[in-house]
């Protein structure tokens, strides 16, 4: 168990620029997660995969928001047309099969700050 | 639509002090629910859950008692110390087929030698 990396750690950009981060999660867990936290928030849910379906956007998730998970392994959450709202921090998350009481576990997330 | 309120923060105590960071929820049907850690830079780790009424989460000295009467889950340590400084979260699985979580704002806890 290696735990669920995210790439980059942190990424600054210039507002009107195209973004992608990386979520590679725990290598048996079907399901993964992605999550937007803002300063003195906790985390909100963006969208939610199971194997390589995306089940779930959250009305967060605009249009200029996009992920994918091709053959269920990895995912990328790409934002286009970053604007300054966008800057905050982005988890990825995995869990097994299961219940809803399989827990979630976290990357250490990628940082956006949009300039 | 579900929700999780969380004691305003920050909590500054001395170490070897006694921890308590409420949690009341509101939720459809009957609701598993969890404590996280951030510390400083990371991502979150969960520290312990509970998925029924009464049931006692427990983890590293840290507890919380699902109370479906009180719709609470308050986290307690009885001595804390310094290394224990970080952000808890609360959170809450009520059910459906995305499995989200809902989170509280987060309580930030320091704890001074």
């Known amino acids: 168990d290696t735990g669920v990396s995210q790439n980059p750690r942190h990424k600054i950009t210039k507002r009107g620029q195209n973004v992608t981060f990386r979520c590679d999660p725990i290598?048996?867990?079907?399901?993964l997660y992605w999550y937007r936290q803002t300063l003195g928030q906790g985390p909100e849910f963006l969208t939610y995969f199971q194997n390589e379906a995306q089940l779930e956007k959250s009305r967060l998730l605009s249009d200029r928001f996009s992920a994918e998970r091709p053959k269920g392994s990895f995912s990328t959450l790409e934002i286009q047309r970053t604007e300054q709202g966008d800057s905050a921090m982005y988890l990825c998350?995995?869990?097994?099969?299961?219940?809803?009481?399989?827990?979630?576990?976290f990357g250490d997330g990628t940082r956006l700050s949009i300039l | 639509g579900n929700s999780v309120t969380q004691m305003e923060g920050p909590v500054t105590l001395s170490e070897e002090a006694f921890l308590t960071i409420n949690c009341t929820y509101t939720?459809?049907?009957?609701?598993?629910l969890f404590w996280y850690v951030q510390y400083p830079g990371e991502g979150l780790q969960l520290l312990l859950k509970?998925?029924?009424?009464?049931d006692k989460g427990s983890n590293k000295g840290f507890e919380a008692t699902y109370r479906k009467e009180t719709t609470s889950f308050h986290l307690e340590k009885g001595s804390v110390q310094v290394s224990d400084s970080a952000v808890y979260f609360c959170a809450l699985f009520s059910g459906g087929s995305n499995y989200k979580l809902t989170f509280g704002k987060g309580t930030l806890l320091t704890v001074n030698p």
């Open positions: 290598s048996e867990h079907n399901r």
């Open positions: 939720a459809t049907g009957y609701p598993s």
């Open positions: 509970a998925t029924k009424a009464d």
């Open positions: 998350a995995s869990s097994g099969t299961g219940g809803g009481n399989q827990p979630q576990h």
